[in-house]
């Protein structure tokens, strides 16, 4: 079942370094790519960083309505997860193209991505020279769910369940996300 | 065996969002910290983004010095992390606190740490809004390095290995990298 993370919490959801879906929207365009560059920036009120490359539609959706989500995609959407990143939403409707479905996010336009275990909405804090020197953009994080038949108590707990999410390597080599480890006090 | 990696390639170490240790030097002084916010930014000439926090002695090096690394700790190393993350480095030597050995890097001044699987060199490329707004900053990388046991043709290769990377959810709870995983082309 899909349930609201607190904001102060919402770094959990990305902070062991899955690859993203990047939802986005502008007027009655939208699109979806995937992102292995992205991170937690802070707790509280949350911020992420995400890489967003000059020459791809998200870009052009995101710079005209400076808002994005990012959706953490699973072991089941392993083939999908990576073809979304390799073809450009202006030529292909990649949500009809590769069966990918949509819910309606809570503050944000951009769409949410089913099938996911995670998401976070997202509004960008505007810096034109970051975006046009790295492609890199910040944002606030206005609203989080989870997935919470895999994650509890601020946890992600995944077992080997193909809902577990996947970390991008090159060319299509994913790794899954792994067993849970406990640290000791030292 | 440590091998090096071409700087092209680099952004292969950390492309799947691994916790990694930040090491820093000035003068006399070093320090290693844990950081889950680490992402790579660019291709070619490699860059980063790591967070480093306003209240850390790794800022302070780091701010100094212009200069850190970055490495990959294994899951034999996963108290080691948690614990070098959770201390302040002005008040205790985490080096000989927790047993944490390094070697020289070959460019930077900042120290490499022993038993780690990659190792990203970096020299940071200035924006005092960002470190002060965010304690973001942005590095070009200068050198690469790799264990080549467990990283080949540009992807690693943990099986479950105990030098497979670790990813920090919250509070010492981490998960490992887990199986390789190869999409498909729809």
């Given at each position: 079942m899909r349930v609201p993370v607190p904001l102060r919490r919402?770094?959990?959801v990305i902070n062991h370094g899955p690859t993203v879906l990047v939802g986005s929207a502008h007027g009655d365009?939208?699109?979806?790519?995937?992102?292995?560059?992205a991170m937690a920036l802070d707790y509280d009120p949350p911020k992420v960083a995400v890489v967003i490359a000059a020459d791809t539609y998200t870009r052009k959706l995101v710079d005209?309505?400076?808002?994005?989500?990012l959706n953490l995609p699973t072991e089941a959407m392993l083939d999908v997860t990576w073809n979304v990143g390799s073809v450009n939403g202006e030529a292909v409707d990649k949500f009809s193209r590769f069966g990918v479905q949509t819910?309606?996010?809570?503050?944000?336009?951009?769409?949410?991505?089913?099938g996911c275990v995670g998401w976070l909405e997202c509004k960008v804090i505007p810096?034109?020279?970051l975006a046009r020197d790295f492609g890199l953009f910040?944002?606030?994080?206005v609203a989080a769910q989870v997935e919470d038949s895999v994650f509890q108590d601020g946890e992600?707990?995944?077992?080997?369940?193909?809902?577990?999410?996947?970390?991008?390597?090159?060319?299509?080599?994913?790794?899954?996300?792994?067993?849970?480890?406990?640290?000791k006090k030292l």
């Amino acid at each position: 079942m899909r349930v609201p993370v607190p904001l102060r919490r919402a770094y959990q959801v990305i902070n062991h370094g899955p690859t993203v879906l990047v939802g986005s929207a502008h007027g009655d365009k939208r699109n979806v790519m995937a992102a292995a560059w992205a991170m937690a920036l802070d707790y509280d009120p949350p911020k992420v960083a995400v890489v967003i490359a000059a020459d791809t539609y998200t870009r052009k959706l995101v710079d005209a309505s400076a808002e994005f989500t990012l959706n953490l995609p699973t072991e089941a959407m392993l083939d999908v997860t990576w073809n979304v990143g390799s073809v450009n939403g202006e030529a292909v409707d990649k949500f009809s193209r590769f069966g990918v479905q949509t819910f309606p996010a809570q503050v944000v336009k951009a769409p949410l991505i089913d099938g996911c275990v995670g998401w976070l909405e997202c509004k960008v804090i505007p810096n034109e020279a970051l975006a046009r020197d790295f492609g890199l953009f910040l944002a606030e994080v206005v609203a989080a769910q989870v997935e919470d038949s895999v994650f509890q108590d601020g946890e992600w707990r995944f077992g080997d369940s193909k809902q577990r999410t996947i970390h991008h390597l090159s060319r299509g080599a994913f790794l899954a996300s792994g067993p849970l480890l406990r640290a000791k006090k030292l």
